[in-house]
């Protein structure tokens, strides 16, 4: 009886299983397949992209932000001029220096601006042009300013955590040691600045920066007197330093 039983339950199952079979056609396929119609690639992308533009949010502020920049640098200091009607020639030589600031950045909308407390050490020599009866004076001058540029700022971020960014405008210049300037020289510059400075930050507040900048003094005049008619200088430098976001 027994085995009447289980050959009647084997013979049942086997025509379970073709009926089965049967009934999924040639396009029965037991395997386990995966299938999805996301692009992980683009997911990915959009991920970084989306990142990327916090950190933008956050350090240039795209709606509104603020850094200092710490900055320290060199640059070199060459000057031209005019001699007064009846002297001699007026001959200058490019000397170099330290320069070093603070400059506060800020983001408003679409508009920026950059403003501080620039030092910049402009060394250059002068050969005073001789007048009618008095000898040519030979000077190196190293004359300390306090600049406080006023410009506007362009640019933003070019990757995830690299920013360029370009600042120029005018610039109010304060001589700090008139003492060692020669006679008639002004203790006012106003003069035209720029800026070129890359930024690699580290965290969304922190960057280390690398820059240049140029300054074209002496729109006021720096010098008159006897022998000088006009005196401009142009100092072109270098610097690195650290910027902070808040």
Same mark, same amino acid.
């Given at each position: 009886m027994k085995k009447v039983l289980c050959l009647m339950l084997l013979s049942l199952s086997m025509m379970f299983l073709q009926s089965s079979e049967s009934s999924a056609g040639s396009?029965?396929?037991p395997k386990l397949k995966?299938?999805?119609?996301?692009? @992980?690639?683009?997911?990915i992308k959009q991920r970084d992209y989306d990142k990327a533009m916090k950190w933008h949010k956050k350090i240039a502020g795209s709606v509104i932000g603020a850094s200092i920049d710490f900055q320290a640098g060199y640059g070199s200091t060459s000057a031209n001029g005019e001699p007064a009607?009846?002297?001699s020639d007026l001959k200058t030589t490019s000397k170099s220096g330290l320069t070093a600031g603070a400059m506060l950045n800020v983001n408003l909308l679409s508009f920026g601006f950059s403003t501080g407390l620039d030092f910049t050490k402009k060394n250059f020599g002068i050969t005073l042009p001789s007048i009618t009866g008095v000898d040519s004076t030979v000077a190196n001058l190293s004359n300390n300013y306090i600049n406080i540029p006023i410009n506007l700022n @362009?640019?933003?971020?070019?990757?995830?955590k690299v920013g360029v960014y370009l600042s120029g405008g005018?610039?109010?210049?304060f001589l700090l040691n008139a003492e060692n300037a020669i006679s008639g020289f002004k203790d006012f510059d106003f003069g035209l600045n720029g800026v070129l400075t890359g930024k690699y930050y580290l965290n969304p507040f922190v960057a280390i920066i690398l820059g240049t900048k140029a300054q074209y003094g002496g729109l006021n005049n720096l010098i008159s007197s006897s022998s000088v008619q006009k005196l401009h200088t142009f100092n072109l430098g270098g610097f690195t330093g650290v910027s902070v976001g808040f």
């Open positions: 396009k029965f396929d995966f299938k999805s119609d996301k692009n @992980f690639s683009n997911e009607s009846g002297s @362009f640019g933003g971020m070019v990757s995830d005018p610039y109010l210049g």
